[in-house]
């Protein structure tokens, strides 16, 4: 987590390049076009619409779907690195909590990769490629090591070092990303309590945790995992009160799940039946991760226009374009194994 930085807020500046950042995304109409396209024409498209000099820079050795994913992750990382430079101050603090759940991601990436025994090269030229200059200090740990225990001592020294070095030394992939999740949300809620934080921030913080604890449970009915160790997992800090948690990890079906869930005045069951339905057709969690992330999308909206000279509308531009990249990848890849346009556009979230 990034230290605390003295000195003042920028809020209305950041604000107001953040909106004209936001104002420049891809707007559900032209996404829409997008999925109609067929699979030649997708790269060069999503080229024109801001991307072209990450996919340039990735032409030369890769192709296809590929190419683009590397170019959009890419691109993110650029553009989170640019929001940061134009936050100042305790702004800057507030808005790294929302950056630095990335670093975390990659700090799993990193873990999966080397836990599944991908080689070096792989993970270089495939999982974290080697032109993003952003992945240099992972790269310099997958190719430092050998196994998940040594992966786990080379990252001592980042902010989540201790957690996971602190771990037994026999814990599972699963215990090493609940612990890093739990980390993330123990230091995102204690840095907003502090200056400049705001109740509204706070208040979303625990929303995202209360939906991390919502799929996660959906997740361990289907596989079964006890529940001590269900509840072990949960992580601390969310709007729903621990007792209804601890009842909610004894639950055996989706359908009590929910009905845990609902003696919590905090959980908010619109739409849940029907993602239950849908769920079940499809054998898939997705019904239920993309209502939540509507949700959070709602009120991130809404928060930031009732707070416009605030860090939410950094933050809401900042889920936004990972949002963003989240359907092109989701396009190009479905467009690449041959899904349909209905398909496609069924799981895009706008």
């Known amino acids: 987590m990034a230290r605390a930085l003295n000195g003042r807020s920028n809020l209305y500046n950041a604000a107001a390049r953040a909106k004209a950042r936001k104002a420049s995304l891809i707007d559900p109409t032209r996404m829409r076009q997008l999925v109609q396209q067929g699979t ?70 990193v873990l999966r990769a080397v836990n599944g025994g991908a080689s070096d090269e792989v993970i270089e030229n495939q999982i974290l490629p080697s032109e993003n200059p952003r992945n240099a200090p992972w790269l310099n740990i997958v190719r430092s090591t050998e196994g998940l225990q040594e992966a786990v001592e ?88 621990p007792q209804t948690m601890r009842q909610a990890c004894q639950s055996e079906s989706d359908e009590e799940l929910i009905e845990s869930l609902r003696r919590s005045d905090a959980f908010d069951d619109s739409g849940f039946e029907e993602a239950m339905s849908e769920s079940i057709r499809m054998g898939s969690l997705d019904p239920y991760a993309e209502l939540l992330s509507h949700q959070r999308h709602s009120v991130l909206k809404r928060f930031s226009y009732l707070s416009p000279v605030s860090p939410f509308p950094i933050i809401y531009y900042i889920e936004r374009k990972a949002l963003e990249v989240r359907n092109l990848r989701l396009l190009v890849r479905g467009k690449a194994v041959g899904l349909s346009d209905e398909v496609l556009e069924s799981h895009m979230d706008y």
């Open 154 to 241: 080379a990252m001592s020294g980042l902010p989540f070092g201790k957690t996971l070095s602190d771990m037994e030394a026999d814990a599972t992939l699963e215990q090493m990303e609940n612990a890093l999740d739990m980390q993330y949300f123990s230091d995102a809620l204690k840095a907003v309590r502090g200056r400049d934080g705001g109740p509204r921030l706070l208040r979303y913080l625990r929303m995202e945790i209360d939906h991390r604890n919502i799929v996660n449970q959906f997740r361990e009915i289907r596989l079964e995992v006890p529940i001590e160790k269900r509840q072990s997992m949960v992580i601390p800090g969310g709007k729903i009160d």
């Open 40 to 109: 030649d024409s997708i790269g060069a498209s999503i080229g024109e619409l801001g991307y072209r000099s990450e996919m340039d820079l990735y032409a030369s050795r890769m192709s296809g779907a590929d190419a683009i994913e590397a170019a959009l992750f890419h691109n993110l990382d650029n553009d989170l690195a640019g929001v940061l430079r134009f936050c100042q101050g305790h702004l800057k603090s507030l808005v790294a909590i929302y950056v630095n759940r990335f670093d975390y991601e990659k700090a799993k990436t």
